[in-house]
């Protein structure tokens, strides 16, 4: 069984950053898809940003520029590094796996960005 714990979220002013982290416990062995999505109130989920198993990355159009996604496979661990933050990015950040066919989400971190 995997769980994935979400943290770094918080209330930031328009123009900071803030990095968000994605902690899977439980046995992780071989390749897995990891992404983060966000939901904003009344909006439906959108994927943010990936990273293949391979290390390839894909962002959002929308945050072009100033997300990123990092991982550290010694921790199980994958990152979501947001800079020059607008109200828009106002969410919560979820990080997802897709490890051996199945689905896992985390519990979710809000991040809200004041103007």
């Known amino acids: 069984q995997v769980q994935l714990v979400e943290s770094g979220g918080g209330l930031v002013q328009a123009g900071g950053s803030l990095r968000l982290s994605c902690a899977a416990s439980?046995?992780?062995?071989?390749?897995?898809?990891k992404a983060w999505y966000r939901q904003a109130p009344g909006k439906q989920r959108e994927l943010v940003a990936s990273?293949?198993?391979?290390?390839?990355?894909n962002v959002a159009v929308a945050v072009q520029g100033r997300f990123t996604v990092s991982r550290d496979n010694a921790k199980n661990t994958i990152y979501l590094h947001l800079n020059s933050l607008k109200p828009e990015d106002t969410a919560v950040y979820y990080c997802?796996?897709?490890?051996?066919?199945?689905?896992?989400w985390g519990q979710g971190t809000q991040v809200t960005v004041s103007s």
């Open positions: 997802y796996f897709l490890y051996r066919g199945t689905d896992y």
């Open positions: 439980g046995s992780i062995f071989g390749p897995a898809y």
């Open positions: 990273i293949t198993s391979s290390g390839n990355t």
